[in-house]
């Protein structure tokens, strides 16, 4: 009996990070499907070992390019938690601000990703268009479109100057506007809801057991979310909603970012109008951390990053465990490719916003004999959007 | 007080002394109850596992698994400690919980832990690695 299975990965030159998932499949459809990881791992968690916990937040900054300011939050969060470390309250909107901005960007990367993925490459465009003055307001803010360098054990190291303010929030509407374009472009959209609803469906008892974080979760109706949850920095001080759908499959997916990011914009201009106004320090004095172990986490804009440390009363930590979300989002692949067709094994695979895109290139190998260039995914996940095009529209 | 809502007190006589500290529950485990205190957390509380995190002490390696009770933005954490530096093992958790499938074999990886009764034993970050490092985090003490 022939066995197909379809290497996706593990590098690429598209590829911001490696990955690789070995598709089996039989004729058309995915059989199951092996997810290796490793590739990337530099040993962060026996590195901060040896850094001072202000070292540490610039190393887990460069944990992930697009969670750059996650990681970080979730860390400082750890370190306070050792010493019950309080925050001013003008550094909880400021890490607020910032973290929400990172959700804006990294969702609308996403979704361009995933238009493009489907043959919807106006969607690509837009959101990568309206991305750009997010990362400009990061600049403006922090000094760098990306690895901020904000937070701080106890604040943040920049403030935001009050006349700074305005024409931020100008181009904030004007963000908010386009938002609004896009979601009702992707709402209205026939062939896109044809193409993605009901693919690659997760259960909602699936995403328990795989105990799932973040828009996967919520999209699958488990309703979680770290800043409801737990609500530190500015959280709790700010009106937003938690989406939660329980559709399940990739469009429940789309439309749980979509709204994420408006929920999202929400909560920058109520932090941007507060820092007009709030007064107050923006970093507390923390001279040493005691010997116990503390635990901080944040609602990445894929889900719950955790931090764990382990003090002994000196500058730096003894242990270290990180974890990313999608390193609980990855293995629900198994789970939500098996039996859909390979045209759509793409966009599942995506669906999840891992942190990476290794997914162009794919190579058949037929009996472990001989290898050749045989499918492309992207190609094969446009197709179908094409057909579907053609047969609604006639 | 710790634990002043009862949370855990299903499981008294299973799990040691507990510590709470702004939420957060940590109590050690002998290695015969954790499947069924992983099983109270799990099924029973609604309890979702974030990760676990193991790391070499004086007394021995110590797991220590960190549930979130997202209801109420608890979490109750299991600590493990194996005294066997030699051989250390330990019962797995993974076919109650398949979260914590990556995690237990990333653990075994990095110290040397085995999991009695994990579906998939295989290293995890470095199966095809031609050199792979052996136990990297092992053989660094600390109080």
């Known amino acids: 009996m022939t066995k197909t299975t379809i290497p996706v990965g593990p590098f690429h030159p598209l590829l911001e990070e490696a990955e690789f998932f070995k598709i089996h499949v039989d004729g058309e459809t995915v059989t199951g499907i092996d997810i290796d990881i490793g590739y990337m791992h530099r040993g962060h968690e026996y590195i901060s070992e040896g850094k001072t916990f202000t070292q ?16 970080p939050i979730a860390f400082v969060h ?15 909107y400021i890490r607020t601000l910032v973290g929400e901005l990172e959700r804006i960007h990294s969702h609308l ?41 904000m937070m701080r054990v106890g604040g943040v190291a920049r403030d935001v100057a009050p006349e700074a303010v305005p024409p931020l929030l100008e181009t904030l509407d004007m963000i908010e506007r386009k938002m609004d374009m896009i979601a009702k472009a992707a709402a209205d959209d026939p062939v896109l809801k044809t193409r993605l609803k009901g693919v690659g469906i997760l259960s909602r008892q699936a995403a328990v057991d795989y105990c799932t974080v973040g828009p996967t979760a919520r999209a699958s109706g488990v309703s979680i979310d770290v800043r409801k949850d737990e609500p530190r920095d500015a959280y709790g001080l700010v009106d937003f909603k938690s989406i939660v759908l329980d559709s399940g499959d990739v469009y429940g997916k789309l439309v749980v970012r979509v709204l994420e990011t408006v929920e999202s914009i929400k909560i920058v201009r109520q932090c941007l109008e507060k820092l007009r106004t709030a007064p107050g320090t923006i970093l507390n004095d923390v001279k040493e951390i005691s010997a116990g172990e503390g635990i901080g986490r944040y609602e990445a804009p894929r889900g719950e990053v955790f931090h764990y440390v382990r003090t002994d009363g000196s500058n730096r930590p003894v242990r270290h465990k990180v974890r990313a979300p999608s390193y609980m989002n990855i293995p629900t692949c198994a789970a939500s490719c098996k039996g ?15 942190c990476y895109c290794c997914t162009e290139r794919a190579i058949h190998v037929v009996d472990g004999r001989g290898a050749r260039v045989a499918t492309d995914l992207i190609r094969l996940s446009r197709e179908k959007t094409d057909r579907l095009r053609r047969e609604l529209h006639g | 007080m710790p634990d002043q809502e009862g949370f855990l007190r299903p499981l008294a006589g299973k799990i040691g002394r507990t510590t709470e500290k702004k939420g957060r529950l940590y109590f050690e485990v002998a290695d015969e109850n954790l499947l069924e205190v992983v099983r109270y957390l799990f099924r029973t509380m609604g309890c979702r596992l974030s990760t676990a995190t193991a790391m070499e002490m004086y007394r021995g390696l110590e797991v220590l698994y960190h549930f979130s009770h997202d209801a109420t933005g608890r979490y109750f954490c299991p600590r493990l400690v194996i005294a066997d530096l030699k051989d250390p093992k330990a019962p797995s958790i993974a076919p109650v919980v398949i979260g914590a499938e990556w995690i237990e074999r ?3 990886e990095l110290l040397g832990i085995t999991f009695v009764g ?9 199966r095809d690695h031609p050199k792979a490092p052996h136990l990297p985090l092992r053989r660094r003490r600390t109080k």
Not at chain 1, 78 to 92: F, G, M, S, Y
Not at chain 1, 114 to 128: E, S
């Open chain 2, 118 to 126: 994990h579906p998939q034993p295989e290293r995890l970050l470095t």
């Open chain 1, 340 to 354: 859909i067709p390979l045209a759509d094994a793409l966009i599942t695979l995506a669906a999840i916003d891992p």
């Open chain 1, 56 to 71: 540490s937040i610039f190393l887990v900054e460069r944990i992930c390019g697009i969670c750059s300011t996650s990681h």
């Open chain 1, 78 to 92: 750890a370190v306070e938690d050792v010493d019950n470390v309080e925050v001013p309250v003008r550094a909880a």
């Open chain 2, 106 to 108: 990333e653990m075994s």
């Open chain 1, 109 to 149: 990367l996403w979704l361009g990703l995933a238009g493009h993925f489907i043959g919807y490459d106006t969607l690509w465009m837009w959101a990568w268009r309206y991305r750009e003055p997010v990362l400009d307001i990061f600049e403006t803010i922090t000094g760098n479109r990306n690895h901020y360098g």
